[in-house]
């Protein structure tokens, strides 16, 4: 199946990447007079032309609220959003358009299910348990049920950033309310064993959500194979607008839980007395949405499936592990994050320079890397660090883009030593 | 390296210093010199307490008033020499001044030598969040009642 597909080296086959650069236009500038080398692709990714496209045509020509109109321009504005819940529907392999919810990102996705589904019927003692490599998003939102007596377990990390499964099985209690773990960790890369942590928790009866906001771009995804109750990611890594995440969730328990906000769009009757709720996904779905975006979000899902989730996955391994190994000669460098599965993301530190250091010099020769904490302090304390230079690849990075950040290092190096 | 009379006049200073350099980089390795050559702040000092939050690098001040001549002494350090570098920019123009003096002349310097962007509270440098602590002490020296977070 798709991990097959990935062992196979596929991407000499068909994957331009020079020409699927040329997609990109911001990624046709200088900065610095230096040609713009873009590794922050975790952090949010690069749109190509056709989303950008996408969401003008929306605006210039098939733009009204949607949902509501009987006149023909909103008919086709709604009909456009319900196409790209259609393309969301078939991009995570779910099993009807009714699992996939709009949401902002995958931040707001995660609040929903922390309000929707855990606060509800939460008894003091109750647990929810996540890795200790996990963003900030897939750990405030369960803090703010501590009101409510959440107790949040964390799994533990293995120095190369990998999650301990024997440890996270014995963490498995009757007090499980959830298992939320992330898919590919945003600040080490470290892809986990979601198929077997979902194995694990549905033994016991525990529903899982997974955080893939760093897998769908990396991945092929089928929420019906892996079998998760909940899956969240965010458009804007996905090479599609900011402002639209999507919340998976199996119909059954999405139609058993209470709405996340009220307001308009949400609604079958409203009356002071009582108001009846619209179906699923409607329900979560309160107030004019992104509408512009989540076509946007459509456009990107066109986009990453015609160049392929196979190929590009092939792409970005070679480059990642091209990477590794050229950091790896740069004297003093630690990369942070070793795990044996992993994509994406190359996190590192010097000896010789703070990642602020790097960070600033590297954007001097017009390479933007992120440096800092990731938002996922914990994971990069875990390891020993107080922040990391982080290096993401995307599909569109190139060898001569990883060439660009190894020279600028060296010359970090040299100016530090 | 001595200090002008007035921070204004350390202002002008600084300003000539970076009208030497040109280019972007010149300027940014300057600073990074500066880091480089600035004095470090004793361990004991290094604590959760004195910590300037908003930074992504660690970032210490500590700020004493000198009774006899009502001036601010204040040190600080971090673990990036860019950071270090705007700290030594900073204690050039408030370190030995009095509260008073400090709150009537904010760091325009910044904007004139080009780092004005560096300025902003949404810049991961943490600039802002120095000078607004420096600030928060000097407005409590000024009225008499120091803060408690001075030390």
């Not at chain 1, 790896?328 to 990642?355: M, N, W, Y």
Request: negative net charge.
């Amino acid at each position: 199946m798709s991990s097959q597909a990935r062992a196979q080296p596929v991407a000499a086959a068909g994957f331009d990447v020079l020409k699927v650069r040329a997609d990109f236009p911001c990624l046709q500038q200088e900065i610095h007079g230096r040609p713009l080398v873009f590794l922050d692709t975790a952090a949010s990714a690069q749109k190509p032309n056709v989303v950008i496209e996408a969401q003008a045509d929306v605006l210039r020509h098939s733009y009204a609220n949607i949902h509501r109109g009987v006149y023909s321009l909103s008919q086709r504005a709604t009909e456009l959003h319900e196409a790209a819940r259609a393309r969301v529907q078939r991009f995570l392999n779910a099993a009807s358009h009714r699992e996939i919810v709009f949401t902002r990102n995958a931040t707001e996705a995660l609040n929903l299910v922390a309000q929707s589904f855990v606060r509800p019927d939460l008894r003091p003692g109750d647990e929810v348990l996540i890795t200790g490599m996990e963003h900030h998003a897939n750990i405030v939102p369960w803090q703010l049920l501590a009101d409510a007596g959440l107790k949040l377990v964390v799994a533990p990390i293995s120095d190369a950033g990998e999650l301990l499964l024997p440890e996270f099985e014995r963490l498995l209690s009757e007090r499980t309310r959830l298992v939320s773990v992330t898919w590919v960790a945003n600040a080490l890369g470290t892809i986990n064993p979601v198929e077997r942590i979902v194995e694990l928790a549905h033994a016991r009866g525990i529903p899982v959500l997974l955080d893939a906001a760093q897998a769908v771009q990396h991945i092929p995804v089928d929420v019906q194979a892996v079998d998760c109750d909940f899956l969240v990611f965010s458009g804007h890594k996905l090479y599609g607008p900011s402002g639209i995440g999507v919340l998976y969730g199996k119909a059954a328990r999405l139609e058993a839980m209470p709405p996340y906000q009220g307001g308009g769009d949400m609604i079958l009757s409203v009356s002071y007395a009582h108001t009846e709720f619209q179906d699923i996904p409607h329900k979560f779905e309160a107030g004019t949405p992104a509408i512009e975006a989540a076509v946007g979000l459509g456009a990107a899902i066109d986009y990453v499936t015609g160049l392929g989730l196979d190929a590009i996955a092939a792409h970005e391994a070679d480059l990642l592990a091209y990477a590794t190994r050229a950091l790896q000669q740069i004297p003093g460098l630690q990369v942070v994050g070793t795990a044996r599965e992993k994509c994406s993301v190359l996190s590192f530190v010097l000896d010789c320079a703070h990642p602020h250091d790097i960070g600033t010099l590297l954007d001097l020769d017009g390479i933007a890397i992120r440096t800092g904490q990731h938002c996922a302090q914990p994971a990069i304390e875990r390891l020993g660090h107080h922040a990391t230079a982080r290096a993401s690849i995307g599909l569109y990075n190139t060898e001569a883009d990883i060439d660009a950040l190894v020279a600028s290092l060296r010359r970090v190096v040299a100016m530090f030593s | 390296m001595s200090q002008a009379a007035t921070i204004a006049d350390e202002q002008d200073l600084i300003a000539e210093d970076f009208e030497l350099f040109d280019d972007w980089r010149d300027k940014i390795e300057y600073v990074l010199d500066l880091g480089r050559r600035l004095a470090p702040l004793p361990a004991e000092h290094k604590i959760d307490a004195n910590k300037v939050k908003g930074c992504q690098s660690q970032v210490w001040l500590v700020a004493s008033l000198d009774q006899a001549s009502g001036r601010l002494q204040i040190a600080a350090d971090s673990d990036a020499f860019i950071v270090r570098g705007l700290i030594a920019l900073l204690l050039r123009l408030y370190d030995a001044r009095k509260p008073e003096e400090i709150l009537a002349n904010p760091p325009e310097v910044f904007e004139r030598i080009g780092l004005g962007s560096h300025l902003s509270p949404t810049r991961a440098n943490g600039l802002h969040a120095m000078i607004q602590r420096i600030r928060q002490i000097a407005t409590g020296f000024a009225r008499g009642a120091p803060i408690a977070a001075a030390g």
